[in-house]
C-alpha cells in the first residue's frame, strides 16, 4: 500500500473518530456550560452506550434497535444521576467533580461484575465496502460518519430553533435571571444532563463495531475528551466540535509517520500550548 | 383591600449574614412605590426575595392575595410579575428577538405583540436580530423593561432602571415607565436618588439596613429634611 | 509486616496529596503519576546501574520533582476545573506510555527487584531479605517526612498555602506570587510522592505500571477526603483503613471499587470534612 493511500486512510479514520468524539466532547461540553461541572463519570456514559449495545444486540439480533435504545437506557440513568446524586451538591463544582468520580467507579465495577473483565466484539451491521483509491474502505465507518454529522446538526438545530434549546442556552448565560422568566432551571438541566448522556452513549454504541467493548473504555476516551475541551474552550459547543475533529486528525496523520504514542503526545503538546497562549480555547471569539 | 402585593415582616439571610429585618410594605393597584435607600441597605434583596431568587426566611409575601412566599421561584414571574433586575442581566449571547420571547412561558399568557412593544421601545425594532450583548447601555435598560413586560405582567418590580444613563437617556426610561404604569401595570421600584422619583412616584418607603423605617407620599418627603438627611444622604 | 510496611510507605503519598489539595486547595486527580515515577525509578536505576540505595531513593526523589514541576508548570496556570483536568490528561497519557514502551516498564507484569544492601559506612544491612530492616528503615524515612511536612505547615510558607487554599485572589493583592508558591507546593508534593513510591517498590520488590495508573490517582483522593483532609493525620488514617479493607475484601469481591465509590459519594456529601475533621469538630464543640 503506498504511502498515500495509508495516509488518505487515516484520514477517514480520524474523521470517523473524530466524529465520534464529538459527540462525546459536546456532551461534556454542554453540560459543562450549565452547571461548570466536570463530569468525570462522563467517560462511562459513553461505556455503558456500548455495553448496553452489546447486551441488547446478544438478545435481539438487532443492531439497529440498539443503537436506538441503549442511548435512550442511557439518557434515562443520566436523568436519574443528576436528579438524585448530584443535585444536592450541585453548586459546588469541586465536590460535584468528585461525586461523579464515585459515581465512575460505581458504574465500572457495576458493569465489570456483570459483563465481566474481557473485551468482547460486536460485529458491523453490514459488511458493505466502498472502493476508495483502490482500497477497501468500511461502509460502516461511512455511516458512522454521515449519522454523527446528521446528529450534530440536529443538536445545533435543537439548540437554535426550539423553546427548550433557548431554555438551555438562557440558563447557560445567566442562570439566576432564567429563573426570573419563568424557565424551569431544574428541569433544564436534568434534561441537558440526559442530552450529554445520550450523546455519550450513541457516540459508544457507534464506536462498539469499530473497536472492542469493555468495562474500561469510558477511562480510556477521558483524556481526549479533555483535551477537546480545553483546545476547544470550556462551554464552546462549536469549539468542541472544531477541536474533536483536530485532535482526530492530527493523531491520525501523524500515526503514519511516528508511532501512535508519540501522535499522543502531540496532541498533548498541541493542548498545553493552548493552554499557556489561548486559555479560551483557540476557538474562542475574544469577546469580553 | 386592593393591594396587589404585600410584604408581611420579610426576613432574609445570606448564608449566616441577616440582610432583611422584617421588611413590610403594600403596593397597591396602579401605584407607582418607591423603595429609596443607601448603598447595600437591602433593596435588591428585598426584590430578589420577592422572585424567589433568595427565599425569605420568615414572614409572608402575598400577591393579589395569594401567598406565595414558598411557591417554587420559576412559576413566581409566570403569575405576573416582570423583573427588571439591577444591572439589566440582558442573556447576551441571544438576541433581541430571543430576550423578548424568553419571557414567554406557560401557556395561558396573553402576550404582547412585536407591534406593541415596538410602541414603547422604538429603537427595538433596528436590533431585533443583533446579540444582546452588543447593545449600548441604554438599548440593554429597554431591552430589560421589554422583555419584562411581553408576558402581560400585572407587576413590574423595577431595580435602579436609570443607574448609568446619561440623563437624557434616564428621562426618556422614566418617561417610559410612566406610560407602562397608565396602561395598569404596578410597579415596584427601587432607587437611590431621591430626584428621580420625586415627580413619579405615589408613595415613597425609606429603608436602612433591611428595615423600612418611613413611608409617605413624596410631597411629605420633600418637606422632612431631618428623614431625608437621616435615610438618603445629602443629595435631593 | 509487608502489608504494615507497605501501609507505612503509602502514608507518605497521602501526606504529599494533603499538602496540595488540603493545604494549598488544588485537587490532582494524577497523583499516581509521581508515585509510579519514583517507584520507577527506583527500580530502573538499581536493575540497570545496580546504583546504591540512597543513590536510588536521591534519584527517585529528583526525577518525580523534575516530572511535577514539567505538569505543574501548566497546571498551576489552571485554576479550578482545568487544574483538575490537566493533571487527569498528563497522568493518563503517561500510564498509556508505560503500556507502549513495555520493553522498559515491564507493562502489567511489570518488573521485579533485587533491593541493593543498605550501606552505612562500617556496616551494610540486607534490606531484601530482612523485613524488620525494612520496616525500620521505611518508618525512619517516613517519619523524618512527616516532621518536614509538620515544619512545613507551620512555617511562613505554609501559612501562605492555607492562604491560598481560602482565597488565592486576596493573597495576590497582598503581593505574592501564588503560581510560584502554588508551584513550589505541587513540585514537594510531587517529589515526596515519588519517595513513597520508591519505598513502596523497596518493601514490595516489585513495579508495575499499576502504580501509575488512575486508580492509584483515586486512592490517595479516597484516603485523603475520608479521612479528613487538611489534617497529614486523616489521610495516613484513611491509607491504612482503605489498605486493609482492600486486603481482605478483594478476595471475596472483586468489585469492591463499587463500595469505595459509595463512601466517597456519602462522605462528600453528609462529612465533607472527613473522620479526623469530624471528630475534632466534635471535640473543638465539646470544650465551648
Ligand atoms: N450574595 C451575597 N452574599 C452575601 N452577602 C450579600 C450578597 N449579596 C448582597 N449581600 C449583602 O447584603 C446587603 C444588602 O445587599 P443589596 O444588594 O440588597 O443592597 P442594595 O440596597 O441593593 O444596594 P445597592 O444600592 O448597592 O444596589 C449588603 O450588605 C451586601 O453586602
Ligand atoms: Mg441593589
Redesign the interface.
Known sequence: MGIEVHLFMNMMNGLVWGLIIALIALGLVLI?GLI???N?SHGEFYMLGAIFGWYLIQYTQNFWLALVLSPLLVAAIGLFIEWG?LR??EDK???T???T??????L???V??FYGGSPQRIVEPFQYHLTLFGSGYSGYRIFVAILSMAVIALLGLFLQKTRIG??I??VK??Q??????????KKVIMITFALGSFLAALGGILAAPIFSVDFLMG?EI??TA??V??IGG?GNLMGALGASILIAELEGISSVFV???IS??LS?VL??IV??KR?EGIFSRA?? | MDSILNLQEIHTFYGKSHILHGITLAVHENEIVCLLGRNGVGKTTTLKSI???TPANRGNIFFQGRDITRIQ??????LGIG?V?QGR?I????TVR?NL???I??NKVQVKTYEEIFSYFPILRERLNQLG?TLSGGEQQMLALA?ALV?NPTLILLDEPTEGLMPRMAKLVVEIIQKINRTGVSILWVEQKLVTVTEVSHRIHLISKGRVEYQGTPGELIQNREIQLRYIGVKV | MFLVTEIIALSLFAMSFDLIYGFTGM?S?GHATFFGTGSYIFTLSILHWQSNLWVSLLLAIIGSAIIAWVIGF?AV??R???F???T???S??IF??SF??KSITGGDDGLPLKVPDLGLGFLSISIHDNPMANYYLVLAIVSLCYLFYWRLIASPMGRLFLAIKSNEERTQYIGFNTLKYRLISFVISGAFSGLSGALYSMTTHYTNNKLLH?TTS?DV?VWT?VGGAGTLIGPIMGAWIFTFFREFISFHF?????V???V??FF??FV?QGILGYLLGLIRRERK
Open positions: 459543562f461548570k461541572i466536570l468525570i446524586i444536592p451538591t463544582p469541586i465536590k467533580l468528585i461525586v468520580l464515585g459515581i465512575s467507579l460505581i465500572q465495577y457495576t465489570y461484575w433557548l431554555w442556552r438562557a448565560q445567566d439566576e435571571m432564567a429563573i426570573a422568566v419563568g424557565i424551569p432551571t477511562l477521558l483524556p479533555f483535551m475541551v480545553i470550556p508511532s501512535p504514542t499522543r503526545v498533548l493542548m498545553s493552554l499557556l486559555p469577546r469580553r | 422572585m424567589g431568587l421561584d420559576y412559576l413566581i414571574p409566570r423583573y433586575p442581566h442573556f447576551p449571547d441571544l430571543e420571547k424568553i419571557g412561558v406557560g450583548g422583555r408576558p | 485537587l486527580l501548566f496556570r489552571a479550578g476545573t482545568n483538575i483536568v490537566i487527569i490528561i498528563f493518563l497519557v498509556y506510555l507502549y514502551y488512575w483515586v483522593v477526603i472483586k468489585q469492591y471499587p463499587i469505595i465509590g459509595m466517597l459519594i462528600i456529601i465533607p
